[in-house]
């Protein structure tokens, strides 16, 4: 399995902007889909963005669809996700995953989390 650490969270204004970043170690990712996902207080884990190992398909969720751009570099074995026009119901911790699978919304396609990193987004 490949190990990731998310990085970049922290508390913003809505209208902000943040960056957040998945390192992984252990394998390299190109053989990998990667995805974000978040989870809010008393709320199940929701899918946020997925991308393909070779960069070419991205998926959304609705709730970012415009807002959230997934990107990843295979030479530097990261995923990032730039977050922008944040929203209070953006609050979550933010989850990154990896995984062989092609249904790349699906929790389950993912055998590989990180622990996650908090987002805190005030009105």
């Known amino acids: 399995q490949v190990q990731l650490v998310e990085s970049g969270g922290g508390q913003v204004q809505a209208g902000d902007s943040l960056r957040l970043s998945c390192a992984a170690s252990g394998r390299r990712i190109n053989s990998y889909a990667m995805g974000w996902f978040r989870q809010a207080p008393e709320n199940e884990r929701e899918f946020v963005a997925a991308?393909?190992?070779?960069?070419?398909?991205?998926y959304y969720g609705d709730s970012v669809k415009g807002r959230f751009t997934i990107s990843r570099d295979n030479a530097e074995n990261k995923a990032f996700l730039q977050m922008s026009s944040l929203k209070p119901e953006d609050t979550a911790v933010y989850y990154c995953?990896?995984?062989?699978?092609?249904?790349?919304?699906?929790?389950?396609?993912?055998?590989?989390w990180g622990q996650g990193t908090q987002v805190t987004v005030s009105s």
């Open positions: 991308i393909s190992w070779s960069g070419g398909t991205t």
């Open positions: 995953a990896a995984g062989t699978g092609v249904r790349l919304r699906a929790i389950s396609e993912y055998n590989s």
